[in-house]
């Protein structure tokens, strides 16, 4: 019997298309791999309810019909909270993977993202494009003002990366991927991520370009889809470079003190653009095995709270008391 068939009585009394996730002390990060992700250490959360997918398109045009929720992407920005930026780039938009077709250098991201004028959640990749077909699919160009809306609305929340860690391991302590070891078990892709060699090759050997249907591919060992790959998703913890070693409690607690603060979260290398920046986790479809592997559960990455991407969208949690 799975642990997603264990617990399936007790997810009734939850929200809708929701899955239960039982509390308990797992090894959070890695020693492994990223130095961000370090050191692996002992957290435990508290019982809570987690979106069975990411927020699809279908959910979040709801949202905006019922609320006439505007997102960050549609609006132009004000200069005065962008010092460093050139005139002629301050208007409405968001990062669009544009992939070259020729290898470039993995150390210059400009080389594939654009900041696409027109790219929002309605048109993920330019004014011309649409959302008809892509349903459900993760919503996307949501920065994390617009994915916290949308929670509240929901009577829902942002969760903390603890939270975030532990379910996408599916009750799978200290194993490498969100379904096990094995990346691709006997030959069959368990995520949307990217195959060839990234930016300008992809063999689409998964099935996908770009984005997938969240139910794509199976679902963890706790019954939640799309934990990995298709899209990182937001967390309401504030990025600090490296876990804090001291075991502390780590659920029910919306931006996290253990993951930093809204002071140390900024980018030192932008002195003059201080945009707070949020933990994101899960990789996406862009993940490749020559750049970016953060497709793993104990992956992290900082986003600051103003960025949104065609590859970012996110999930919400519901916590005892809030249901």
């Not at 959640?121 to 494009?129: A, D, E, L, N, V």
């Not at 559960?297 to 900082?302: E, I, N, Q, V």
Request: charged content about 25%; overall charge neutral; aromatic content about 12%.
């Amino acid at each position: 019997m799975s642990i997603a068939q264990t617990i399936s009585g007790l997810c009734e009394s939850g929200p809708s298309n929701t899955v239960f996730i039982p509390g308990g002390t797992f090894r959070m990060g890695s020693d492994r791999h990223y130095p961000e992700e370090a050191p692996s250490h002992k957290v435990s959360v508290d019982e809570f309810w987690i979106d069975r997918t990411p927020v699809t398109n279908r959910q979040f045009k709801d949202f905006v019909r019922a609320t006439g929720h505007v997102t960050f992407a549609e609006v132009a920005p004000d200069p005065k909270d962008y010092p460093d930026a050139l005139p002629h780039m301050i208007y409405a938009g968001s990062l669009t993977f544009t992939p070259p077709d020729h290898p470039v250098d993995l150390r210059d991201y400009s080389q594939w993202w654009t900041l696409l004028r027109g790219a929002n959640w309605r048109h993920p990749y330019g004014p011309k494009s649409n959302i008809k077909s892509l349903d459900d699919h993760p919503v996307v160009h949501v920065a994390h003002a617009d994915a916290l809306a949308y929670a509240r609305w929901a009577g829902k929340d942002l969760p903390t990366e603890a939270e975030w860690e532990f379910a996408a391991r599916g009750g799978l302590d200290g194993a490498e991927y969100a379904w096990g070891d094995e990346f691709a078990p006997g030959g069959a892709h368990q995520a949307n991520t990217w195959q060839g060699r990234f930016p300008f090759e992809n063999r689409r050997e998964d099935g996908y370009e770009r984005t997938s249907p969240v139910t794509a591919f199976p679902p963890n060992g706790y019954g939640v889809f799309d934990m990995i790959g298709n899209v990182w998703e937001w967390t309401s913890d504030w990025w600090a470079p490296k876990h804090r070693a001291d075991p502390a409690k780590a659920c029910c607690i919306p931006q996290n003190p253990r993951g930093g603060s809204e002071h140390d979260s900024h980018d030192p290398s932008l002195p003059l653009s201080r945009i707070p920046r949020k933990v994101i986790k899960g990789g996406s479809h862009l993940c490749a095995p020559n750049y970016c592997r953060r497709n793993r559960p104990a992956a992290r990455h900082a986003e600051p709270i103003d960025t949104s991407t065609s590859h970012l969208g996110f999930r919400c949690v519901t916590r005892p008391g809030r249901k």
